[in-house]
């Protein structure tokens, strides 16, 4: 049976360079709308019934959830295979005007405390660093746990060059990644790098 594979992270994070890095292989097929995992079984069957590059059964779909409300069922972490990724505040957080910045650093702080709970409750996923994938060791974890090609590479998308938080604002997005990064570490049941 076709697995699905949800790389959950936040605005920033580099989850679609993830899933374009992944999609890159054979054996995955990138979905890449926005859906909403509120019945276990119509979202999952929704992307089961995309067509597949890789007609075995082996194949493996991947999606990226960006937002809260894109889960809210738990029999997800059950059916689906996850991959936590988190990144540091000073290069996920960017806004295009200044006016942004304390709703993109509240918002950061509310993703980075649902990922959490998340991973306290999905065991066996995989938890990376934006910092696991560019040192190639994230890829190499994955290659290995869902059996992709020895030459599936991560491929960096860039993003457009916007305005970082003021420095305040920097200081308690990073305190919040510590803190996230700590819990995750000692309370979560996660694979990591």
């Known amino acids: 049976m076709k697995r699905i594979i949800l790389v959950v992270s936040h605005l920033g994070a580099g989850g679609t360079s993830l899933c374009y890095s992944l999609a890159q292989s054979r054996t995955v097929e990138w979905v890449q709308d926005g859906i909403i995992y509120d019945d276990p079984i119509e979202a999952v069957e929704s992307i089961l019934v995309t067509k597949h590059k890789y007609s075995n059964i082996v194949g493996l779909y991947v999606n990226e959830v960006l937002y809260n409300y894109q889960i809210s069922h738990k029999k997800i972490y059950e059916t689906c295979e996850i991959v936590y990724l988190i990144r540091e505040p000073r290069t996920s ?6 006016k942004d910045a304390e709703f993109a ?5 509310f993703r980075l405390r649902r990922i959490y709970e998340m991973a306290k409750q999905t065991k ?23 059996y992709l090609p020895d030459n599936t590479q991560f ?28 819990r995750i570490k000692n309370k979560a049941q996660v694979v990591t790098c």
């Open 93 to 98: 957080i960017r806004v295009m005007k200044p």
């Open 105 to 109: 650093l509240d918002y950061y702080i």
């Open 124 to 146: 066996g996923a995989v938890f990376l660093r934006w910092e696991d994938l560019v040192s190639k060791r994230g890829m190499t974890l994955l290659t290995n746990k869902f």
């Open 155 to 182: 491929i960096e998308l860039k993003s457009e060059n916007l305005l970082e938080l003021p420095r305040q604002m920097l200081k308690k997005a990073e305190e919040a990644y510590e803190l996230c990064l700590f």
